[in-house]
Each structure stands twice: as C-alpha cells, then as structure tokens.
C-alpha cells in the first residue's frame, strides 16, 4: 500500500505528489552514484540573454512612461495627440529647424492659437500608482510672444486627475524644466497632458516622465528588474540577438552611440519593429549585470549586419569599438574611455570577462572578419574570454584564431529538446566549452505551455550532465510587450503594470536556483513513451535548389483518395512557407529560388495513416527534395530529405533530429518516382521503387533526469522530468549516500494539461509547489507526476 507522505491542493488542481513506500512495484529506476562524484557544474551555466526584442527596453523594463519623448520616431507627432476645441486654431508638427543638439535632430512645434491639450499615453498606458513620485522634466522654448504657463497633467483612462503642476518662463532659448509630481490615485492606463493657451509657438524635446522608484535606484522599472533577479542568472548575454546586427549598415547596434547623456544618444529602428531611444544603454546592460550578481557578456558587431558586410578596409572601427568597450567597462578612470564610465556614475570596473563576436553570423564574411577582432582583443585583453557563432544554418565556424566557447542556438518542438538531451554526451571533451546562448521551445507550444518547458527542462538535463562542456546557457527571448509581440513565446510577459512568467520561466529558476556544484552520475531506466502525434500534412520542398514536383497523391489505407494535385491552372490548396518563388507551369509545381527551407504543404493534421506518391526534377542547386509527412505543424521538420548535406545523403528527419541517413544524391534534370508509406510510427521510403529506409520511430524515454551535490550544503539535488501523460513510480537508489539528513524538499512544476499556460489574469496558474518529505536510507520510492519537472533536493548534514 502506497504511504503517502504528502498530498498539497493547488487551487483546483489536486499534484500528484507522492512519496510512496518501497513495496510498490516500480515503473521506472534511476540510479545517482553519490560515491563517484563526476565534473564540477559550470558555476556560470544558467543565465539570461536580454535582447532588446518586444519592447524589452523602451516600453519594457526602462522605465521611461512617455513614448516618442524626443520626437525622432517618424516624420509625424507619433503616440502624441493635439486636443482642442474645434474652433481653435492650434495644430502641431515635428520640426528640425533648430535641433536641441546635432544628434537629436527632431522637436515638436505647437503653433498655439487658442487652448490646446498635448497628451501621450506612453505603451498603451502610463501605469501610475498613488502616493508614488514621478519625475517630469522637458526642454522647451517658446517664440512670438507666447510664454505660458503650461499646466501639466497626469489623468486616468477615464480623465480623473491624478496629479498636476505648472510650469512657466519660457523664452526664445532651449531650456530644460522639470516637475516633480506626487500621485494621489492609481491607473495603469494613465496618460500625460500638457495644456495651455495663448497666441504663438511653442516647442518640445525630451518630454519625459519617470517613476522616482526604480530598482537598487538604478533606474530600470522594479518589478520587471525583480522577475529577472528571481532567476538568479549567473551571467546575462546583451543587447541582442538580431537586434546586434540590424537591418543593415544603418541599423547596426553600436554601442557607443547609447552612453551619455540621453539626449545625446542616438536613437535606432529596431528591426523587432519599432524606433528605440537607448535610455537602456551600454552601462545601463552594465549595472544591471552587476545589480543582479550576473557575469556581463556583451555581443558585439563584427561588422555584418542582418543582409550585408561592412568593407574589409572599413574594418578599423569596428575593432577599435571592440577594444574602446571594454576600456569602457574595466578601464581605469583615466583612460579616455574609462573616464567616462566614471563620469556616469560608476568609477570602479564592471569586470567585462566575455565578449561574444557576432550574432549567428557565418560563411566566408565571418571567417574574414573574426580574426580581426580577436586578434586585436586577445593582444591587449588576454583575460577576455571570446565567444564563436556557430550560425542557425550549421556551418563550420571559424577557428583560426581558436574560439574560447561556441554559441549554439536552438528554436524547435518539445521532442527536438527531448532528442537534444543526449546530444553533448558525445562532445569532444578536448574541443571548445559550449554556450547555448539561445533555445527555447518554439513548435506547438501555444504562448508558452507546459508541454514547451517540459521539452526545455529534458533539454537542460542534460546541459547540466555534460557541463564540463556546456559551461553556460540562457533561454531566448527573454521579455515581451504583450501589445508588442514580434517573437513568440518569451519567458516574461508583462504590460505596463502586471508580469507574469511562463511554465518555461520556473524551469528556469528551479534548475538555477537548484544548481549544486559537482555532477552525480546518474542513470535511468524507463517506460517508452512516444509524445510524436503520427499524424499531419504533407507537402514538398527545397533547401538551396530549385525543383519541381507533379502528379502527387495520398491516398489512405483504405484506398480512399485524400489528395490528388491539380496543377492545370494554379496552386490552390497549398500552403506556401519560407522564402520561395512558387509557380505553376506545365502541370507541374515548380520551385525557383535557391533559398532554405522551403516548403508547400497540404491536407490536413488529422491525417493519419497514408502513401504519399508523387515525381520530384531537379532543376539546380546544391541539394535534392524534402517531402514532408506527418506534419503536424507548418514549421515542423518531418521529413524524407532526399539529397541533403550538399547532396551526399538522404535522411529521415522528424521534428528535427535526424533518425536514419545513409549516402545518397539525386541528378539534375531526371524525374524520380517517390513514395512514402506513413502508418503509426512505422514509415517505408521508395525512390524510384527501391526502398531507401523503413523504421519505426524510435520511441523517447519518458524520464530525464540529473543529479548534483552542494558542498556548501552537502544536499543532494536530483532533477527529474517526465514527459509522459501518466505518473511514473520510480525506485531511486542513491548508491554511496553518506551525510544525509532523512528530510528533503520537492518541488514540483505541472499542470492539469500539457496544453496549460500561463496569462495576464492566470499568472501562478502553471506554477511549482514546494513541500518537504522525510525518507530513511539510501532508497526512495516516488511518483513522478504526468508532465512534470521536479528537482528533489534531499538536505545534508
Ligand atoms: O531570440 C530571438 C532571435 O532569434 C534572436 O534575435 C536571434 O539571435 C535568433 O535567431
């Protein structure tokens, strides 16, 4: 009979969360070898990536309420609003006649003319809290006889007001004014109003209103700065992520346009979709590296933007901005760059210790220009620690010079990271440390659900196993706007009063706040599970080449005709995906650019079983086709890839991971019978009637898990995730345990359905509950929940 220790009641949902007695037939066994302590764990091996994605920055966790506050958005007012009478002739425009300095080149004109209100709502609401400061503060000048007052206001949704002021003497000459304003009611969706009236003109510049809270008085907004605290990240990578690169010349991150004076610096598009001000720059990254106790880790540009490369013999400044960052950041205070940082508040060093070179750059424009800049750092900064990129599209990075560490980057389905857990078990020990600078769950995973952070957590199982080579790892992206969402799922999700983090966020903290400091090996022995839904689309496409595709069927066991193309007129039906150049000609459909992962798909995720027949040419390119089966998602890689790697091999690929391949190409110019049998998790593939693979998709396991030691505390800490749907009874033997007490604490991430979330009026809804247990020996007997992640922290002596 099952002694059940513990039972907790999580608001409607009843944890299965039993510790049970041994007499129990056990479904499962893991073993931790507590007397064979393996490698240390990478003291840096959880941290964050902020990247300024989402309005991270403005919008986000700088908290600066008004937007567009020095008018160099767009060519118009834009997020201001002109209120007045109708009869009034007042209006306003962006002016560039007299700029406040050379580099802040647009104001705003207010031709008055009668009484007129000037409003902005910042990020879709000012969140303004009673009893609370706020510092106002604008640059001005007036023209023509107008000199005030002006009556600012901050106003509720529904214009209660909240706080007032006035402000006067004005005069022909660009001053600075401020305000300090006390709020005596709360809105999240307050606004900013700015009124006066009169007969002249009037004209503004860094109109900006700031809460007088912010965290550790370092000025970035408390709450969004506390979530991330609560990560206790060991390091943060920064500024980006893409937003590194920019579009293109114009839009590259250069940081020493972001320190200064904030008027001074230089505002930039985003290419996340929106303008930024850089109130969040270099040595704001700086001290919030430092505020939370995290290593900073600072990408910079290598001159290679998102389309294009900067000159070869424009290089020179590049390479200078590498070396001026970090005298920036550790300089002494005399040094040109140095001084600075002492100018802005911060005379001691900020101990930069990793750059990484890039941001998924690669090919031959990478290996010309990463010598240049490592070569000049590790000459006068020998202690900086360089990182490589290994880009998204697989290529060899460049290791002349050698890299310290290599950033990997992974966006894919749950049972892509299931696959990856076992990946790094095989990684040269000799080679370069490995930083998964980002990965996240980005296949059927909602807005973020359970199923996405049990895919991650089996991910980082095993990083924390092999990370005597995986020295550091931090989840992409990190914040999102709720109004502003250009990349989905991020971790924390807030507006401008709430947060709340996802399923993803508390497998975060608990593996970091869980860490330990020496691995145990460990082993497991457990049920097959097979998450894979053995249904979906079909579809066809190309990776580099140009190909064209007819006469395609699929037609069920039954002989039931699901699909039979048409391609007399057009391509309807089909689903077009990826960069392609798609058209329809001589019955055929024909793909011609020689972009990557390419895809046009059909039918319907239902489908189960099906013969998928169909005649693939070559036209040109580099590789062969991809005919996708059991797609369950558009963005899902499953598939026959038919002359892949550069045309020396065909593979079958499901949700990312390559589970049979063997050598292979197809010709130019030749049409190819292809057929693929689908039935379960059984799938035969033909090319031109020989069979080329059959296989059963291998089944996962369906417990991961890893196992540590805190010398500080002498606990033992074993991670556990199961991605199955039922609970699983598990013996758990910790072979040469000494100097434990009999208490433990478990703590446990899971929900009524893989599918949960997460939300704005649900935060704690997929949350882990904590409870402690007592348990004698060296054997434990415990139930794993369906769908969960549980670290059991067993309590030393
Ligand atoms: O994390 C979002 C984006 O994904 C990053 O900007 C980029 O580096 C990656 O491809």
Redesign the pocket.
């Known amino acids: 009979m099952p002694t059940i220790k513990s039972k907790i009641s999580t608001g409607g949902l009843t944890a299965l969360f039993l510790f049970i007695a041994p007499a129990v037939f056990a479904q499962a066994t893991i073993t931790v070898n507590a007397d064979k302590p393996g490698h240390p764990v990478s003291p840096l091996l959880w941290g964050i990536?902020f990247?300024d994605?989402n309005l991270s920055a403005d919008g986000g966790i700088y908290p600066e309420l008004v937007r567009n506050r020095s008018f160099e958005d767009a060519t118009q007012p834009e997020h201001w609003r002109l209120l007045k009478a109708t009869n009034d002739g007042s209006s306003m425009a962006i002016d560039s006649s007299e700029p406040i300095n050379p580099v802040n080149h647009r104001s705003l004109r207010v031709h008055v003319d009668g009484a007129f209100t000037l409003e902005n709502e910042g990020y879709w609401g000012m969140n303004i809290l009673q009893g609370d400061g706020y510092a106002l503060k604008f640059a001005a000048r007036a023209t023509s006889g107008f000199d005030g007052p002006l009556k600012v206001r901050l106003v509720g949704a529904t214009g209660t007001e909240l706080a007032q002021g006035e402000i006067s003497g004005l005069d022909g000459q660009w001053k600075y004014y401020s305000l300090d304003l006390v709020a005596l009611g709360s809105d999240p969706k307050a606004k900013l109003q700015i009124s006066a009236s009169g007969k002249g003109a009037l004209f503004f510049d860094m109109v900006s209103l700031m809460p007088k809270k912010t965290w550790q008085g370092h000025g970035l907004r408390v709450d969004l700065a506390e979530s991330l605290a609560a990560l206790h990240p060991s390091f943060m990578r920064f500024p980006?992520?893409?937003?590194v690169e920019g579009d293109d010349r114009e839009h590259m991150y250069l940081w020493k346009s972001t320190i200064g004076d904030v008027a001074a610096r230089i505002p930039l598009w985003n290419t996340w979709g929106y303008n930024t001000t850089q109130g969040l720059g270099f040595f704001e990254y700086l001290q919030l590296c430092e505020d939370l106790g995290a290593e900073p880790l600072f990408c910079i540009n290598v001159g290679m933007t998102l389309h294009d490369s900067v000159p070869l013999d424009q290089m020179g400044s590049w390479i200078q901005d590498a070396l001026d960052a970090i005298e920036y950041a550790n300089g002494p205070t005399n040094s040109p760059w140095g001084s600075l940082r002492a100018k802005a508040g911060h005379p001691a060093p900020f101990h930069l210790r990793y750059m990484e070179i890039g941001?998924?750059n690669g090919g031959p424009d990478y290996r010309q220009r990463w010598p240049l800049l490592v070569n000049a750092i590790r000459e006068k900064y020998p202690y900086v620690r360089l990182i490589v990129n290994s880009d998204?599209r697989g290529r060899p990075y460049p290791t002349n010079p050698e890299p310290d560490i290599v950033d990997e980057?992974y966006?894919e389905s749950p049972e892509s990271f299931m696959w990856r857990a076992g990946q790094y078990d095989d990684y040269d020990r000799n080679g370069p440390k490995i930083f998964v600078g980002?990965y996240a769950v980005t296949e059927n995973a909602g807005k973020g659900n359970l199923h996405a952070a049990l895919g991650e957590a089996a991910f980082m199982t095993g990083m924390e196993r092999n990370s005597d080579v995986v020295v550091m790892a931090s989840y992409?992206?990190l914040f999102v706007n709720l109004n502003h969402r250009a990349?989905n799922p991020d971790l924390i999700n807030f507006d401008s009063s709430r947060w709340y983090g996802l399923p993803s966020y508390y497998v975060q903290q608990m593996f970091s706040a869980n860490r330990g400091d020496v691995t145990l090996p460990t082993s497991v022995t457990a049920p097959p599970v097979n998450p894979r839904t053995e249904s979906g689309a079909f579809g066809v496409g190309t990776w580099k080449t140009q190909a064209e595709f007819k006469d395609i069927r699929v037609v069920a066991p039954d002989g039931t005709i699901l699909f039979a193309s048409d391609f007399s007129t057009n391509s309807d039906g089909w689903r077009l995906s990826g960069n392609g150049a798609w058209q329809v000609a001589n019955g055929a459909l024909c793909q011609s650019s020689g972009n990557e992962n390419v895809r046009a798909t059909a039918g319907d995720k239902s489908w189960t079983d099906y013969t998928l027949t169909l005649k693939a040419r070559k036209l040109g390119g580099s590789e062969g086709f991809l005919i996708l089966f059991h797609a369950n998602d558009d963005l899902a890689k499953n598939w026959w890839n038919i002359g892949g790697w550069g045309n020396s091999s065909h593979a079958i690929e499901l949700d990312n991971h390559i589970i049979t391949r063997t050598p292979g190409h197809v010709e130019t110019g030749r049409w190819y019978d292809i057929r693929v049998e689908a039935k379960g998790s059984r799938v035969r593939c033909y090319l031109d009637g020989q069979l080329v693979h059959e296989l059963d998709s291998p089944p996962l396991k369906a417990l991961f898990a890893s196992a540590t030691h805190d010398s500080k505390t002498g606990d033992l800490i074993l991670k556990v995730v199961n991605v199955s749907a039922n609970p699983i009874n598990t013996e758990i033997n910790l072979r040469g345990v000494r100097d434990l007490t009999n208490s433990g604490k478990a703590i446990v991430l899971t929900a009524n359905s893989p599918e949960d979330e997460n939300s704005p009026d649900d935060p704690g809804k997929v949350s882990p509950r904590s409870d402690s247990f007592s348990f004698q020996g060296d054997r434990l007997q415990w139930m794993f929940p369906a769908n969960s992640v549980t670290v059991l922290r067993l309590i030393g002596k």
């Not at 980006?240 to 937003?243: F, I, L, P, V």
Request: charged share 20%; no cysteine.
């Open positions: 990536f990247e994605i980006g992520g893409n937003w941001n998924e998204l980057h966006y980002e992409a992206p990349w």
